[in-house]
């Protein structure tokens, strides 16, 4: 396993944001429920997908950009809790993650005559992004040299080849994908998809898989 040479090179690439903030906000939570349901799907995936990206381990608790404002600025945290456990990998669409977070909203609004408006400077401001990937002049032929990348490369490139790949398709491969198909390792490909990054950082998520590489290294020895 440690020397066999891959059919192709995996070229791990990085990526960055570029943000585009839509004219499109919500002063209270029915406001958010209906902007939930009328805004582009880009910008449900830059407030769902996109929250790991910009996130770090201490903030991760909320899941989404919806959970985290709900708790910190409406101070609404029975909702907060709704929503951060909503985990969008769970859905095979952006569609239909959309109608679950609305109907979420909905059903927590249902029988209350007011909720909490915040100014405008405190309001849910929504936005949309376009990744651009950057390729970072790394490739590995091998597994050992995969696990060296893997350790070493900017945490963008953890989120462009686990969490894009998985949630809409990209030029960039998944790691799982050439694993099974350039280097013949169906096994540890599937553990690299069973790894779920939802309410977890992306160095958390390096070192599992991490220490999924290290495991088959370990099996491959016995």
């Not at 970072?136 to 597994?143: D, K, M, V």
């Amino acid at each position: 396993m440690t020397s066999r040479t891959a059919t192709r090179p995996f070229r791990f690439a990085g990526c960055v944001e570029l943000r585009q903030t839509l004219d499109v906000h919500a002063l209270d939570e029915r406001e958010l429920m209906h902007r939930i349901a009328e805004v582009p799907p880009g910008s449900i995936f830059f407030h769902t997908f996109g929250y790991f990206l910009r996130h770090r381990a201490f903030t991760t608790a909320y899941g989404n950009d919806f959970a985290r404002w709900a708790a910190h600025e409406i101070g609404d945290h029975a909702l907060a809790e709704r929503l951060a456990v909503v985990d969008p990998f769970a859905f095979s669409t952006v569609e239909e993650l959309r109608e679950h977070l609305v109907t979420i909203v909905q059903d927590h609004l249902r029988g209350r005559e007011a909720e909490t408006r915040v100014e405008f400077d405190r309001a849910f401001h929504f936005q949309q992004s376009h990744i651009v990937e950057v390729p970072l002049g790394l490739s590995a032929e091998t597994l050992v040299e995969f696990r060296a990348g893997l350790a070493t490369v900017d945490e963008s490139a953890i989120y462009l080849h686990t969490v894009e790949t998985r949630a809409r398709e990209r030029r960039s491969e998944a790691f799982s994908e050439w694993l099974r198909d350039s280097l013949d390792l169906p096994a540890l490909a599937e553990r690299f998809e069973r790894a779920d990054p939802y309410l977890t950082s992306l160095e958390r998520i390096r070192g599992r898989l991490l220490g999924l590489v290290d495991t088959a290294f370990d099996e491959a020895r016995r």
